[in-house]
C-alpha cells in the first residue's frame, strides 16, 4: 500500500473513514483518528438545503478540526444551484476537500435528485460538477454506487464523464441503488473504473479484515480504500492495515482496551450532544463493536434497555469484568429474548428524513 495523492493532497496511509450518517460526527471520528492509521476522515452527508438555509444542524455536521486534517466534507442534493452554494460554505470552512454524494439510496434523497439519484440523471450531474468546479478551488471528488438499477450499472461510465468535468478522485461502493445494502460489493466494477479514468480511484464495501484489503489492492489496483462498518466493529482496523504494510505484526487491543474505548466514546458522546442523544448512539456503537465477542448478544440486549448515562457505564462495567472472569454474561435488564444478531445499520435512510 502507498498513500497517493489528490491533487495537493496527500492520503496517507491510503486508508479513508467512510462517510456514514448519524455515525461518522466529530465524536466518532476523534475516536477512530486516536486509533491510528486513517489518511482522509470525510464529514457525514450534509443536506445542502439545509446548509444553504442556514439550519443549524446542518452548519453543525460540517464542524471539524485540526488534527482530521485532510478532512473533506461530503454534500447531497439535486439542485446545482445550492450544490455549488453548500460548496462554497465547504470552502470557506476550511475543508481540505469537497465530495459530492452520488450514493445515497433513502428515497426522502433521490426523490430530490440527489444522492443515487444522480447516477441516472447523467446531465443534471455534469451541470452541479461544472457547476461547483467553477465555484471553489479545493479538490473535488465523487463518492458512487455502481448504478442506480442493477440493470444500469454505469460506473465506469460516471467515472469517465466526472474526471472530465474537473473531479480530482473517485470513490465506488460497489453496490446499485437497488442492492441497497444486500450482496456484496462488485470489486472487479472498481478494477474497471480505475483502468477507465486516470485519477486516484478508491473502493468501498465489505472490507472487514487486514486481509480483505490487501486482497482488495492486488485485484484492483486501486489507490485508497474506504472502511465503514467494519471500522465500527473494529476501530483499530486503520492501525492493523499499516501495521501489516510496515511488516509488523497487526495490533491487537486487550479486553481493557476495548472496555477503555467504549468509555471513551460515550465521553467524546457526552461532551458534543445531550445525554439522551449519547445513549442512543452508544447503543449504536455497542451494537456493532461487540458482535464477536463472548456475551456479545446478552450485552446488546441489556445495553439497549439501558436508559440512562449511570446504567449504560454500569452495564459496560459488567459485562467486561465478567468476559475478563471467563464467566458467562447474563446481564441485569431487558428481556431475555434471543439476539444472537446486532441490529442491520440502516444507511443514510435514517438519517436524511430529518436532513
Ligand atoms: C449507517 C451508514 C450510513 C452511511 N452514510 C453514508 C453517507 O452519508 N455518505 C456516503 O457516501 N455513504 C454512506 N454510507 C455508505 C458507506 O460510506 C460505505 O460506502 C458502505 O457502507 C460500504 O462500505 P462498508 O462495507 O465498509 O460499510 C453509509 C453507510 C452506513 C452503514
Known amino acids: 500500500?502507498?498513500?497517493?495523492?489528490?491533487?495537493?493532497?496527500?492520503?496517507?496511509?491510503?486508508?479513508?473513514?467512510?462517510?456514514?450518517?448519524?455515525?461518522?460526527d466529530v465524536p466518532f471520528r476523534a475516536l477512530l483518528k486516536r486509533r491510528g492509521g486513517i489518511g482522509l476522515t470525510v464529514s457525514e452527508f450534509i443536506s445542502v438545503e439545509?446548509?444553504?438555509?442556514?439550519?443549524?444542524?446542518?452548519?453543525?455536521?460540517?464542524?471539524?478540526?485540526?488534527?482530521?486534517?485532510?478532512?473533506a466534507v461530503q454534500i447531497f442534493g439535486g439542485q446545482p444551484e445550492r450544490m455549488?452554494?453548500?460548496?462554497?460554505?465547504?470552502?470557506?470552512?476550511?475543508?481540505?476537500?469537497?465530495?459530492?454524494?452520488?450514493?445515497?439510496?433513502?428515497?426522502?434523497?433521490?426523490?430530490?435528485?440527489?444522492?443515487?439519484?444522480?447516477?441516472?440523471?447523467?446531465?443534471?450531474?455534469?451541470?452541479?460538477?461544472?457547476?461547483?468546479?467553477?465555484?471553489?478551488?479545493?479538490?473535488?471528488?465523487?463518492k458512487i454506487r455502481a448504478g442506480f438499477y442493477d440493470h444500469t450499472r454505469n460506473a465506469v461510465e460516471v467515472a469517465r464523464m466526472a474526471e472530465a468535468c474537473g473531479v480530482e478522485h473517485i470513490a465506488l461502493h460497489g453496490r446499485t441503488k437497488e442492492q441497497g445494502y444486500k450482496g456484496w460489493a462488485d470489486w472487479d466494477l472498481v478494477r474497471q473504473v480505475k483502468e477507465a479514468v486516470r485519477v486516484p480511484v478508491s473502493g468501498s464495501g465489505d472490507v472487514v479484515t487486514v486481509e480483505d484489503a490487501f486482497r482488495r489492492w492486488r485485484e484492483t489496483g486501486c489507490d485508497g480504500i474506504l472502511i465503514g462498518?467494519?471500522?465500527?466493529?473494529?476501530?483499530?482496523?486503520?492501525?492493523?492495515?499499516?501495521?501489516?504494510s510496515a511488516g509488523r505484526e497487526p495490533y491487537q487491543p486487550s479486553l481493557e482496551e476495548k472496555r477503555a474505548v467504549l468509555l471513551e466514546y460515550f465521553e467524546l458522546l457526552?461532551?458534543?450532544?445531550?445525554?439522551f442523544a449519547a445513549i442512543g448512539r452508544?447503543?449504536?456503537?455497542?451494537?456493532?463493536?461487540?458482535?464477536?465477542?463472548?456475551?456479545?448478544?446478552?450485552?446488546?440486549?441489556v445495553i439497549y434497555h439501558s436508559h440512562s448515562a449511570e446504567e449504560v457505564l454500569d452495564r459496560i462495567g459488567e459485562y467486561f469484568e465478567?468476559?475478563?472472569?471467563?464467566?458467562?454474561?447474563?446481564?441485569?435488564?431487558?428481556?431475555?429474548?434471543?439476539d444472537a444478531e446486532a441490529p442491520a445499520l440502516d444507511s443514510c435512510e435514517a438519517a436524511s428524513v430529518e436532513a
Open 229 to 244: 462498518r467494519g471500522a465500527m466493529a473494529n476501530p483499530w482496523i486503520f492501525r492493523q492495515i499499516e501495521d501489516a
Open 282 to 301: 452508544m447503543k449504536q456503537l455497542a451494537g456493532q463493536f461487540t458482535k464477536g465477542l463472548t456475551g456479545g448478544a446478552r450485552f446488546r440486549q
Open 270 to 275: 457526552r461532551a458534543d450532544m445531550p445525554e
Open 50 to 71: 439545509g446548509l444553504t438555509r442556514n439550519n443549524p444542524k446542518s452548519r453543525r455536521q460540517m464542524r471539524f478540526f485540526d488534527y482530521e486534517r485532510p478532512f
Open 1 to 24: 500500500m502507498k498513500p497517493f495523492k489528490i491533487r495537493d493532497v496527500e492520503i496517507s496511509p491510503p486508508l479513508v473513514l467512510s462517510p456514514m450518517a448519524g455515525v461518522t
Open 84 to 142: 455549488r452554494m453548500a460548496a462554497e460554505m465547504a470552502e470557506e470552512v476550511g475543508a481540505d476537500i469537497l465530495d459530492v454524494n452520488c450514493g445515497c439510496p433513502a428515497p426522502e434523497v433521490v426523490k430530490h435528485g440527489g444522492g443515487s439519484g444522480l447516477l441516472r440523471e447523467l446531465p443534471r450531474l455534469e451541470t452541479i460538477l461544472k457547476e461547483i468546479k467553477k465555484a471553489i478551488s479545493i479538490p473535488l471528488t465523487i
Open 322 to 338: 465478567t468476559v475478563r472472569a471467563g464467566r458467562t454474561y447474563v446481564g441485569e435488564g431487558g428481556p431475555d429474548e434471543p
